[in-house]
């Protein structure tokens, strides 16, 4: 029987976790895709590994006794990486926030290599990392390369990655929810609704830019505490737009109606990093991320149908 090193290591870290949602945090994977991954692992050997109930999860008897050997394999298979003169410093990266785009497409890029070795950080912009950048702090960032209030330095590379379609947030009662799409200009009365217009100055940017193109108000009325508290007063509180990445992880629980813009607002997420060598574990990651990109598509787009603020299109040549 040949076990698969990515399975084995999926089952520690749920082991060492007791929890699938954290275990799949911490492999940047979803938790489908970890799931994906014990259910294997479990067909190989011909047992459950671990009991499910809605609060915990607890290894089987069977479970419990893999474990050593589970953590003897990982660790003969790593100490044979490192012996190999292999051995790669994680790459430090920033992701502005564990919520957004970025640490969905280190999921996805993680699934492609699951040896995948990062060290998060998040800044709340692009702008923040700049300089942490150019002293070597971090490796790479995630963000947008405009309106960072000063020019991009000399001494830093870019890729852009992804474009995010930006789509719309609305309670079911609303009276829009019924459509299919959603025109940006059928908010010219209402606004989009952002309680406390907060965030990194490149995304406050491009809001402005979106708004500004369209004629569109935006609402920064109310207080809002984090994503859930937004999501809540969307859903049950007077009747309004609010906006989010299509990437972002929302809250099945409050039905909310997600429907598309017409036209589509892409959001570009570009990669920075020094233009001095990187280490190979750095070469890695962003072969990975243009191979992940372009499989994916992830910056094809129709220009006709879509919208883009006039200095971020010139990137998508």
């Not at 002293?135 to 330095?153: C, K, S, T, W």
């Not at 991320?289 to 998508?316: I, K, N, Q």
Request: aromatic letters at 6%.
């Amino acid at each position: 029987m040949d076990l698969d090193l990515a399975q084995v290591r999926a089952f520690l870290v749920t082991a060492d976790q007791r929890h699938f949602s954290r275990a799949a945090e911490a492999l940047f994977l979803t938790q489908q895709a970890l799931s994906k991954r014990i259910r294997k692992l479990e067909d190989a050997l011909g047992v459950p590994l671990f009991l499910r109930t809605n609060r915990t999860v607890e290894l089987t008897e069977d479970g419990e006794r893999f474990l050593p050997h589970a953590r003897e394999l990982i660790r003969v298979a790593d100490a044979a990486v490192a012996a190999m003169g292999s051995e790669e410093q994680p790459v430090r990266l920033d992701i502005i926030d564990n919520r957004l785009s970025p640490m969905f497409m280190l999921r996805r890029f993680a699934e492609q290599e699951p040896g995948l070795r990062v060290e998060r950080s998040t800044r709340q912009g692009l702008a923040n990392s700049l300089d942490p950048l150019i002293r070597g702090e971090i490796d790479l960032a995630f963000g947008r390369v405009h309106d960072l209030g000063r020019p991009l330095p000399d001494e830093l590379e870019h890729r852009l990655v992804r474009l995010e379609p930006l789509v719309a947030l609305l309670a079911p009662e609303h009276p829009l929810a019924g459509n299919d799409v959603l025109k940006l200009t059928d908010l010219r009365e209402d606004g989009i609704w952002l309680p406390g217009l907060a965030g990194p100055v490149e995304w406050l940017s491009y809001l402005r830019h979106l708004c500004d193109a369209f004629g569109v108000p935006i609402d920064d009325s109310g207080v809002s505490f984090d994503l859930r508290h937004t999501l809540e007063q969307t859903r049950y509180g007077k009747q309004r737009v609010t906006l989010a990445g299509a990437d972002m992880e929302l809250a099945p629980d409050l039905n909310l109606r997600v429907l598309p813009f017409e036209p589509s607002p892409l959001f570009p997420w570009s990669l920075v990093w020094r233009k001095e060598k990187p280490h190979p574990a750095l070469r890695r990651l962003l072969a990975i991320a243009g191979r992940t990109s372009r499989a994916e598509g992830w910056c094809d787009h129709d220009p006709a149908r879509s919208w883009l603020p006039t200095g971020d299109a010139g990137t998508t040549r």
